[in-house]
């Protein structure tokens, strides 16, 4: 079975300092996979989407990077973390041209002081 | 673009039926999805409607209109543990490119004894 990982749970971070979030997919092959972040009472903001390794597209211009270094790794980065990159940090996965809804990960709520 | 509305917070008893309305624009619309997320919680797949028409998946129900661009999730015999948040999502279609998601802002349903 299909099963999606994400960490760490929670993480606290100065402003000004980087930011690393780490997502695999195990059970599956070439999946798609998603950065989503939630503010705080709010919906779910696509940041960026891969098809594929070292393919990424973002969604919205922002203070943060994402990379794919292999097929079942999605990695969320920031060289400087800003207040307002605080947040619900939740990883997904989906399979191509399926209708059976996207599977999400755990989530990182990132508080950035 | 694309934009969902919906309403923000619904109250009910334990045992009544509830819909959550949904409204969407969208440039390539391909289906609708319905997802579930408790408090700190990651959201989880309830419903997908790529058809006109209902579907049902025991207690809960999606309908779909495209048409109308208007979709429901139809919760009954409502439990407790329903409390919770509901997104609907629109699956959108550029050329080749499906599978990604836009979320709504979120509806908050609370399940009173």
């Known amino acids: 079975s299909q099963t999606i990982h994400q960490w760490p749970a929670t993480l606290v971070q100065p402003v000004g300092s980087p930011l690393s979030l780490e997502c695999t997919v195990e059970g599956t092959s070439n999946p798609n996979l998603y950065w989503y972040r939630q503010a705080a009472g709010r919906g779910l903001q696509l940041l960026f989407y891969?098809?594929?390794?070292?393919?990424i597209s973002s969604e919205v211009p922002q203070n943060l990077s994402a990379s794919r270094p292999q097929d079942r790794q999605f990695i969320l980065s920031s060289k400087k973390l800003l207040l307002s990159d605080s947040g619900f940090y939740l990883c997904?996965?989906?399979?191509?041209?399926?209708?059976?809804?996207?599977?999400f990960g755990s989530g990182t709520r990132l508080t950035v002081v | 673009g694309q934009s969902l509305e919906q309403p923000s917070e619904v109250t009910a008893v334990e045992g009544a039926i509830v819909q959550i309305n949904c409204t969407y624009q969208?440039?390539?619309?391909?289906?609708l999805s319905w997802y579930q997320q408790h408090d700190g919680g990651a959201p989880t797949f309830l419903s997908y409607?790529?058809?006109?028409g209902l579907e049902e998946t025991g207690r809960f129900s999606s309908f779909l209109s495209r048409s109308d661009s208007y979709g429901y999730l139809l919760l009954q015999e409502l439990q407790m543990k329903d409390s919770a948040s509901y997104f609907c999502?629109?699956?959108?279609?550029?050329?080749?490119?499906?599978?990604?998601?836009?979320f709504g802002r979120g509806t908050q349903l609370t399940v009173w004894p």
């Open positions: 891969s098809v594929g390794i070292g393919q």
């Open positions: 409607n790529a058809l006109d």
């Open positions: 999502a629109v699956r959108d279609r550029r050329g080749s490119t499906l599978g990604r998601l836009y």
């Open positions: 997904a996965w989906s399979v191509s041209l399926a209708n059976t809804g996207y599977t």
């Open positions: 969208t440039s390539g619309f391909y289906g």
